[in-house]
């Protein structure tokens, strides 16, 4: 492979692997024209065709190629990973050429094992050290959403809340208070924000809310900036989320106001009132705006999986493990722990 190629190649990988399927596909057409035996150019075109919904050519060219003299073995998991997004059983005999030893290959046969039986067991009995892979944490986050979810509406969920607003999780005591009604001071969970993040934000106490001055919903913002953040932070804290996204969207809102962590609450709030189309473009266009953003792949791919598009969904979270892999591994076990418990949900 030339210097150009490799040059090229690298970019189409980079560009693949955070989530920018279009011009991944425009560079490894270009490259299959010449390098078209390469496995690296092969595996990673078969990939970006699989994650563009065209998994029956990416299977096909797959397995054109490992059934050629001198393909790489390795390249039946790339072959097994296709499968899996699709939901072909012959995964399993894909994964069977690797051979027992990979961990990495095993623990996508349990995975695929824990996908067909919903009912069964509450997590997937895989080496701990195959959830370092991105391929496996990825996908297995993807079941563990999906099963979360399917019992719960996001608007009342707390474990999510709780990513997004650490300090504090209680539902407000009267749900149709006025958005301006503030109970805290300063940014709060706003400015703590970040899915999956982990880090904990300072509480908005209760004593805090007592001395806190009600302000008119009328009253213009203008250069109140700590005013709308407040009121925002309150908003989110209280699950009022219709509320939250009508202060972030006011048009006497400087634009500089609106930073990337309050713009990850305002899609989540988005995501929490109405799981929709729109919150689902929503979300993937805060992605193409800031792909290398894992707080951003992880709403995608809660978002695709509160429309019920599980591979999509599957390959969102395993672009959210690329980014951040510890806090991937940290969600996996932290849901994991949700599904051995009784659902917990505002009152």
């Known amino acids: ?21 279009e011009r991944a596909a425009g560079d490894l057409e270009t490259l299959a024209a010449s390098e078209g035996r390469s496995p690296e150019v092969v595996y990673a075109h078969a990939r970006v065709l699989s994650e563009r919904g065209l998994s029956k050519e990416a299977i096909e060219r797959l397995e054109r190629f490992q059934s050629s003299p001198g393909a790489p073995a390795g390249g039946f998991f790339h072959l097994a990973l296709v499968r899996y997004d699709a939901g072909d059983p012959a995964v399993e005999a894909d994964l069977d050429r690797l051979g027992p030893e990979n961990h990495v290959a095993a623990a996508l046969g349990r995975l695929a094992s824990f996908r067909a039986d919903p009912a069964g067991a509450a997590r997937a009995d895989i080496d701990p050290a195959a959830i370092w892979s991105s391929e496996i944490a990825g996908r297995y986050l993807a079941l563990l959403e999906a099963r979360h979810l399917a019992s ?12 997004f607003a650490p300090g504090r999780s209680e539902p407000a005591a009267d749900p149709a208070a006025d958005a301006a009604s503030v109970a805290a001071a300063g940014a709060g969970a706003a400015a703590g924000a970040g899915a999956a993040r982990g880090a904990a934000a300072p509480a908005a106490g209760p004593s805090r809310a007592k001395k806190a001055r009600r302000t008119r919903p009328d009253r213009p913002y203008r250069e109140d900036r700590p005013r709308w953040e407040s009121d925002l932070a309150e908003a989110f804290d209280r699950r009022r989320f219709a509320d939250f996204i009508a202060l972030w969207d006011r048009g006497d809102v400087p634009s500089a106001w609106r930073d990337a962590l309050s713009r990850e609450c305002w899609i989540y709030a988005h995501l929490a009132v109405s799981p929709s189309r729109r919150a689902l473009a929503i979300a993937a266009e805060a992605v193409a705006s800031s792909r290398r953003s894992a707080d951003l792949h992880y709403l995608h791919g809660l978002a695709l999986t509160l429309v019920s598009r599980a591979a999509e969904a599957s390959h969102a979270f395993v672009r959210f493990a690329r980014a951040d892999d510890v806090q991937c591994a940290h969600l996996v076990r932290q849901l994991e722990e949700e599904a051995s418990s009784p659902p917990a949900t505002a009152d």
Not at 5 to 15: D, F, G, K, Q, V
């Open 152 to 163: 719960r509406a996001l608007a009342d969920d707390v474990f999510h809340h709780r990513l």
């Open 1 to 21: 492979m030339t210097h150009r190629s490799r040059r090229i190649l690298r970019r189409a990988e980079a560009a693949w692997r955070s989530g920018d399927l």
